[in-house]
């Protein structure tokens, strides 16, 4: 199989190179998953190359074309809860597994494999450190869809530019601060310019699952087919294992960096998630009037948070 | 403008190459044009951004949209005035029907590709494309969600223009090659570099003699 | 869809051909095609899709290989074209056409010949520095040639130069406006190789200007040898010299611009082309640029811009397929095991490009060469993640692809001025005889080629000095 990535191997694609080792060594070398960073396709094609059968999987985020799936937008909305990895590997689980999520993406000839986990999407910025939501008026964020949208519902202005030209952006003041996951604060290198980083501001995240094409998957022998799905739960334990290990590590890059760290007051993100909360009423709209059963996705992931939780 | 290195005559072939040459210089245009009006956008996304604090809200994805635009339209003009860059170094040392023989082969060779991407591009057109979601949408831009059928439409029309200049021109190397003509009509002549050079450089050299006075 | 084999069963016929093999032969093909005159852009994209159509149908049969391949590569234009980066490339056109309407090109060489002309050679190390002024406006080597052409040798034919001498100072003079930014062949160059396009712009700056010095040590050097090339050009007073100096204010203006919003991050590259073509184009309007004109302008600017996109994504649908079939990991693999010295592997990199820059145009050489080159010089300075320290070429892999664009940039634009396709001295042929100057090609490129010599000096310079290259960048 080719399976197609993009950037450089990272924190975000471990689970797949741990796939491809443990497919390989269980089948004896008969099936390999052929990794390329970005030879394949332009990252936001990935899902055509799938639907075209030009490669058997791919990695994607939800984000980058939210009409192509529209279902797993939901777990993009601002303020859902997530607070943990293993969190957000479970709602992403119960979404990817419902039947209107499974049928938005078969129109790709997808199915969706597993998630790609990642902490929520907090800021790096530049000057004065923000402490109430006033500070944000007129920030100029790099930040995308659903987290954008709650930083504009606060005054705050969010500007399009790309992963790869953030580091440029906010170097030249086109924005003042970023929202990445960790990994990507560092991939990315905007943890070089930052004066603050928000460590409980917790807007939400971005939802980027890695997904097979389906008519590939099915012609898969039987024995193939299981060293396949027998393999990602410990590809999982992998990614987290090692993303875990680098969030250890943030804090002491973060002194190193001479970069402080901002504790939002609980008041005043409790008055965020109000003035966001019509975005998460919004989505749930928009997706009815497209006849998608966007109230039962949102619910299920309340549900399945609440189950998360409560088997810990 | 440069001086067109086709030639016309009263004959059919001509009088069509030269009412598709008017559509092509037409979408020409239109291209330059939009290349004209996106450099005042990024100006006024400058300032505004500075002077103001509210840059143009998805500047970055109007401007990707708008860029099929000068990427496509004038693919067809190009290649009517010969433009699109190939190495004639064999071809210009040729006479006689050998010269159009190659030709027609390499357009030929074209036609071929042209349709193959034509046919690719229109399915590619129709991946993001479904009458019954909002705005026709089933792929949008990262940032403000623009539509990409329409900028990705531009491409099957584009190369289908092509198409039909290409068939016009294999029609003319093939009418060259039958008759033995010397100067066809309907295709562009073969230039030495020299010419092609002069040619490339013509707008800004022919202009008036405001350059002495300058 | 069931897998079909309506007309030939492909799969059995091409089941044991190796994708590496097929994928030389493929690039064997493209020479061919290109050799014999198809369309640069349109062979690539037509061997690409052969290419594909080969490797679908071999896993997939005829006709799901046939439709895979077709909606693969139907992908790549529209996919491709609408990249932010590369909105840069038609201001930049637009920006060199609208330069000569707003008569920055006089004025340019006035204040030079005035200030300068007085060393050996003056008027032709005057021309020299215009040019290199002029190249901060202009991304087009050509036109630059041209313009210059047009102004600078008439004068220099009257001063008593040698004619050869004038004609190939120009050709080559105009060779520096793809060094110095803005320069539409650093552009291609950034999205091929996906590096920032800001750090290459900046980078190309002190080359173009160590490059532009090396220029004229050479014609003083030669002028002081043999004092018929070309005499000193003298008596101008202070106060005239001081008079030429307004008339550069909008260029300066203009680099500063550039320049400022690049590297304090003012702006993105594309807002600041823009922001300088802006400011021409007042110039033009107020110099008297009338409608005619500057619908010429945009209808040139629009043709070569649909020229050179055609090409960037018709190159990559070739590469695409170079991708499936890993032809680039396999030479870049070979290249890095070679027992040799990697400055050795790398001068025969080089002397490739001084062949094909014989024949071939600049971007069409870049861009059909660049896939293979690119990670094999990767490969060879010890791959994309080595440190400087550990690297075999003494920089970083992210400074060695700054670095390589700045060296093949400069390659590419040798084969500007080297027989017999040399484009630069065929344009400057053609304006002089157009002008009634007794230039034949053959002048010129006899005239051109000390600086065949100068251009190797400059490329040894930045090689043994990889500084002057990553400096500027490496501030950003
Ligand atoms: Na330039
Ligand atoms: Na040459």
Avoid at chain 1, 77 to 83: A, I, K, T, Y
Avoid at chain 3, 62 to 83: E, N, Y
Avoid at chain 3, 225 to 248: E, I, K, M, S, Y
Wanted: proline letters at 5%.
């Amino acid at each position: 199989w080719n399976v197609s990535l993009w950037g450089k191997r990272r924190a975000f694609t471990e689970h797949v190179e741990k796939l491809a080792e443990l497919v390989k060594e269980k089948t004896g070398g008969e099936f390999t998953l052929n990794i390329s960073y970005g030879g394949l396709s332009k990252n936001r094609e990935n899902l055509d190359g799938i639907s075209i059968g030009a490669f058997e999987m791919a990695q994607f985020c939800a984000g980058y074309h939210r009409d192509k799936n529209p279902t797993i937008t939901v777990l993009e909305l601002p303020f859902l809860g997530v607070n943990t990895l293993e969190e957000e590997v479970a709602v992403s689980k119960a979404v990817y597994n419902h039947p209107a999520t499974k049928a938005d993406l078969a129109r790709w000839n997808a199915m969706l494999l597993m998630p790609s986990p990642m902490p929520q999407y907090n800021l790096v910025g530049t000057g004065k450190p923000p402490a109430r939501l006033e500070d944000f008026k007129g920030m100029r964020i790099r930040a995308t869809g659903g987290i954008g949208e709650a930083f504009k519902a606060i005054g705050a202005v969010p500007t399009s530019v790309t992963a790869t030209e953030a580091y440029n952006a906010m170097e030249s003041g086109v924005v003042d601060a970023v929202a990445f996951a960790q990994h990507a604060h560092l991939a990315f290198r905007t943890i070089e310019l930052a004066d603050w980083w928000t460590e409980n501001l917790n807007p939400g995240t971005v939802n980027c699952p890695v997904v097979v094409n389906i008519d590939a998957y099915e012609a898969l022998s039987p024995e193939h087919r299981a060293a396949l799905d027998g393999s990602i739960d410990e590809a999982l334990d992998h990614y987290l294992a090692n993303y875990g290990k680098l969030l250890e590590k943030w804090d002491s890059i973060l002194a190193e960096k001479n970069v402080q760290k901002v504790h939002i007051d609980e008041a005043e993100i409790a008055r965020f998630r109000e003035v966001a909360g019509p975005i998460q009423k919004k989505w749930i709209d928009d997706m009815t009037a497209q006849g998608l059963p966007g109230q039962e996705l949102f619910d299920l992931v309340q549900e399945t948070l609440k189950t998360a939780r409560m088997s810990n | 403008m440069t001086q067109s290195r086709v030639r016309a005559d009263n004959s059919l072939l001509s009088r069509i190459d030269r009412a598709v040459f008017r559509l092509e210089s037409a979408l020409n245009l239109a291209a330059g044009l939009v290349i004209f009006a996106l450099v005042c956008l990024a100006v006024w996304n400058v300032l505004a951004r500075k002077l103001l604090g509210m840059p143009v809200p998805g500047y970055v994805d109007w401007t990707e949209q708008f860029m099929a635009t000068f990427a496509f339209l004038g693919i067809a003009y190009c290649q009517r005035e010969g433009g699109h860059i190939r190495m004639d170094i064999l071809v210009a040392r040729l006479s006689g029907r050998g010269v159009w023989i190659f030709e027609f082969l390499s357009t030929l060779f074209m036609l071929v590709i042209t349709t193959a991407l034509i046919y690719g591009s229109w399915y590619h057109f129709q991946r993001s494309f479904s009458f019954s979601d909002p705005w026709w949408s089933r792929d949008s831009t990262i940032d403000v969600a623009l539509p990409l059928w329409p900028s990705k439409l531009l491409v099957p029309f584009s190369l289908s223009l092509l198409w039909l200049r290409l068939a016009l021109q294999l029609w003319g190397y093939g009418r060259a090659i039958a008759r033995a003509e010397a100067e066809p009509v309907a295709v562009p002549l073969v230039e030495p570099p020299a010419e092609q050079a002069m040619h490339e450089a013509e707008v800004v050299v022919e202009a008036p003699g405001d350059a002495r006075n300058g | 869809m069931p897998a079909m084999d309506s007309l030939v069963d492909m799969k059995a016929l091409l089941a044991g051909v190796d994708p590496f093999d097929m994928a030389l032969w493929l690039s064997g093909l493209l020479v061919i095609l290109v050799l014999v005159g198809m369309r640069v852009a349109f062979a690539a994209a037509f061997v690409g899709f052969l290419g594909l159509c080969l490797f679908f149908m071999q896993r997939q049969g005829f006709d799901r290989g046939l439709v895979t391949a077709m909606k693969l590569a139907g992908q790549i234009p529209h996919s491709k074209s609408t990249t932010y980066a590369l909105s840069l490339i038609p201001t930049f056109i637009l920006i060199g056409y609208l330069a000569y309407y707003a008569g920055l090109t006089r004025y340019l060489f006035e204040a030079a010949k005035r200030w300068i002309g007085w060393v050996p050679g003056g008027l032709a190390v005057a021309t020299v520095f215009a040019t290199a002024g002029f190249a901060a406006v202009s991304g087009a080597s050509v036109a630059t040639s041209a313009v210059f052409a047009r102004i600078a040798i008439p004068e220099m034919l009257r001063e008593g130069y040698n004619k050869r001498f004038a004609a190939g100072v120009v050709a080559a003079g105009g060779t520096l406006a793809s060094l110095i930014p803005p320069s539409a062949i650093l552009v291609i160059y950034a999205i091929i190789v996906e590096q920032s396009v800001g750090k290459l712009l900046l980078a190309g700056f002190l080359p173009g200007a160590v490059s532009a010095l090396i220029y004229a040590a050479l014609i003083t050097g030669l002028a002081r040898l043999n004092p018929d090339l070309g005499p000193p050009v003298r008596g101008f007073t202070f106060r005239q010299r001081l008079a030429a100096l307004p008339g550069t204010t909008p260029i300066i203006l203009v680099i500063a611009i550039i320049i400022y919003s690049i590297y304090f991050g003012w702006a993105t590259p594309t807002e600041a082309g823009a922001l300088g073509a802006f400011i021409i184009l007042l110039m033009a309007l107020r110099k008297g640029m009338r409608w005619h004109q500057l619908r010429g302008a945009l209808m040139e600017t629009a043709k070569l811009t649909v020229m050179i996109f055609t090409m960037i994504w018709g190159v990559l649908i070739f590469v695409r397929y170079l991708g499936f079939a890993k032809l680039p990991d396999h030479f870049a693999a070979w290249i890095a095991g070679l027992d040799q010295p990697a400055h050795v592997t790398l001068l025969f990199i080089l002397l490739a490009y001084v062949v094909l820059g014989m024949f071939m145009d600049a971007i069409g050489m870049l861009i059909l060469t660049l896939p293979v080159t690119f990670p094999a010089v990767i490969a060879l300075n010890g791959g994309p993640n080595v440190t400087a320290e550990a690297s075999a070429l003494g920089m970083s892999a992210d400074e060695c692809a700054i670095w390589f664009g700045i060296i093949v940039v400069k390659m590419a634009e040798l084969c500007l001025i080297t027989p017999p396709i040399g484009l630069n001295c065929f344009v400057v042929a053609g304006v002089a005889q157009d002008g009634r100057m007794p230039i034949t090609v053959q002048d010129v490129f006899r005239g051109a080629s000390p600086f065949f010599v100068a251009d190797v000096v400059t490329v040894a310079v930045l090689i043994l000095f990889p500084g002057i290259v990553l400096w500027l960048p490496g501030l950003l």
